[in-house]
Each structure stands twice: as structure tokens, then as C-alpha cells.
């Protein structure tokens, strides 16, 4: 959840779930030629930017090919790194722009992410049922890591990579907006019918009437 | 504050960018509606859901993949984690 708006006066929190307290440092350390720093912050990210890509390209050589460039890349840059931004949120945008690079290169005709969203009445979601406080507990992890890859591949690329950023990757809505070349509130409603729509695919697994 | 005003504010409920009087609004509806409720409950555990799911740990073979080029770009060997 994006904490921004909660108090005006303070700068949007860091994602405390992704990012690491001393990840300033091993950055610092990485830039002073500190190998070993670096290779900290790969095995601290390459998980997440492997899914990161894996989402956005929806092919696995690809996310392959993203994740090595991104690393690569963020490596050849770092020195240009000023720190204006968490390095979490650097290290993405850059897996990003790798990874609808390759996805244009694929599929030239597929990627719109910058295309109009109608936001009209088919938003209103029509199934309604209670889930229960702890739904994902009926599922065992690795069961419920299919569920999440299965739902979220099924959305539309333009919504898929929104929330992707947005909700996964912690990232601010400006941060997301930047990222993808979109305006806020292109991002904003793309992510809105992104949430609805990842919440009316859960429904079949998640719902009460589910339980055995 | 109706059913459909839900809907369109709330991206902007769930992310805590309201000003307080529409949230208190929009709080005083979800009191009384159950429908929105569900709505607002079950779009906000789908995001929890994401959120806290773990990434999958990199195959060995992609591993030693990416450790090559990072040898290879680094100029040195790379410990394996």
C-alpha cells in the first residue's frame, strides 16, 4: 500500500518490505568499486526482478534475458546513480525499460500501454462474496504461487504492469507514471481496473462458498 | 454517496489519498453497505495478497547463468550464494 496522502508533509515512506536499511550503503560501497557490495545487491533483488520481468514479458527466456540485462546495465550505470531515488526503485525502472523493450521488439503490435482506458460502468463489479479473513491460507504456497502467476498473466499487458509496479513493487504512483512514460492519472485508473479485476479473478479460489 | 461514487474513489480509499471528509463518507456507506463493503475488503486482501507473496528462488541453471555474466562484466569470480 502506498502510504502518500496519509501526512502531506512527509516524502512517500520507503517500501519496508523490499527495501533494506542498509542498502544506502552496500550502494556507496558498490560505486567506491566494492564488488562484493554489488553482488550483495544482486542476491538481495534477482528473485524479484526475475518476476518482475516474468510478469511484464510473460516468457521466461525473456525475463531471463531481462534480469541479466538489468543487472548489467545497473552495473555499467552506477556511478551515474545520484541517489535521488531508492536504488530498489532505479534497479526496476531499469528492468522495466528492458523488459518492454524486448516485449516491442517481440511482439511490435501488442504493447499498448499507453492506450486510452475507457473507465465506464462495466468497472462496477457484479460477483460479490465475502472471502473470509485469511483466504490464502487455504492453499498451499506453492499452490497459491500458481494461482497468483495464472491470475495476473491473464491480465491485459497495460493493466498487468501498473499493478506490477504499483502494488508489488512498491513503487509511488508519480515513480510508476515516470517509469512507463504514462501520466498519474493514466496510472491511476489503469491500476484501479487492474485491483478489480486481479480481485473478480480471485473470487473462484478465494470465496466462501470455495471451502470444502 | 452512492454505490457507483465507491467505486470510482477507491483507488484513491484504498491508498489512504483521500481528503478525510469524502473518506468519512465514504466510511459512513460502507457502514450501512454490505455490497461495497465485500468490495472494498476483497480488493483490498487481493493487493495484500500480491504484495506478501514471496518471489520463487532462481533455478540453479539461471543462477549460474547470471553468474557468468556477472563474472564475465565484473571481471572476477562471483561467490555463489
Redesign the interface.
Known amino acids: 500500500m502506498n502510504p502518500a496522502g496519509q501526512n502531506p508533509v512527509q516524502p512517500p515512506s520507503l517500501p519496508s518490505q523490499v527495501v533494506k536499511e542498509d542498502e544506502p550503503v552496500l550502494v556507496a560501497a558498490a560505486q567506491a568499486g566494492d564488488i562484493n557490495a554489488f553482488e550483495t545487491l544482486v542476491g538481495r533483488y534477482e528473485r524479484k526482478i526475475l518476476r518482475l520481468a516474468q510478469n511484464i514479458t510473460q516468457n521466461r527466456e525473456d525475463a531471463e534475458d531481462v534480469m541479466q540485462e538489468a543487472f548489467l546495465k545497473a552495473y555499467e550505470h552506477l556511478s551515474g546513480f545520484q541517489g535521488n531515488s531508492r536504488f530498489y526503485t532505479w534497479l526496476v525502472r531499469i528492468a522495466v525499460n528492458q523488459a518492454l523493450m524486448k516485449l516491442r521488439k517481440r511482439r511490435p503490435n501488442v504493447v499498448s500501454i499507453d492506450e486510452e482506458v475507457n473507465t465506464g460502468e462495466d468497472l462496477i463489479p457484479r460477483e460479490i462474496e465475502d472471502w473470509g479473513p485469511s483466504p490464502e491460507d487455504r492453499y498451499k504456497q506453492t499452490e497459491l504461487s500458481d494461482i497468483l502467476s495464472e491470475v495476473i498473466a491473464d491480465l491485459d499487458p497495460s493493466f498487468r504492469i501498473v499493478f506490477q509496479l504499483r502494488d508489488i513493487e512498491e513503487l509511488s504512483t508519480e515513480e510508476t507514471a515516470e517509469a512507463l512514460g504514462l501520466s498519474v492519472p493514466a496510472v491511476k485508473s489503469r491500476l484501479l481496473r487492474a485491483r478489480l479485476k486481479l480481485r473478480q479473478k480471485l473470487n473462484k479460489y478465494f470465496r466462501r462458498s470455495e471451502i470444502q | 454517496m452512492n454505490?457507483?461514487t465507491i467505486?470510482v474513489e477507491?483507488?484513491?480509499y484504498?491508498?489512504?489519498?483521500?481528503d478525510p471528509e469524502l473518506r468519512v463518507s465514504i466510511e459512513v456507506h460502507l457502514a450501512k453497505c454490505k455490497?461495497c463493503k465485500?468490495?472494498v475488503?476483497?480488493?483490498k486482501?487481493?493487493?495484500q495478497?500480491?504484495?506478501?507473496?514471496?518471489?520463487?528462488?532462481?533455478p540453479e541453471d539461471?543462477?549460474h547463468?547470471?553468474h557468468d555474466?556477472?563474472v564475465k562484466?565484473?571481471g572476477?569470480p562471483?561467490?555463489q550464494?
Open positions: 454505490c457507483k467505486v477507491l483507488e484513491d484504498l491508498d489512504e489519498a483521500l455490497n465485500l468490495i475488503d476483497t480488493t486482501k487481493t493487493i495478497i500480491y504484495c506478501n507473496s514471496e518471489p520463487a528462488p532462481l539461471m543462477r547463468r547470471l555474466a556477472l562484466k565484473l572476477r562471483r561467490a550464494s
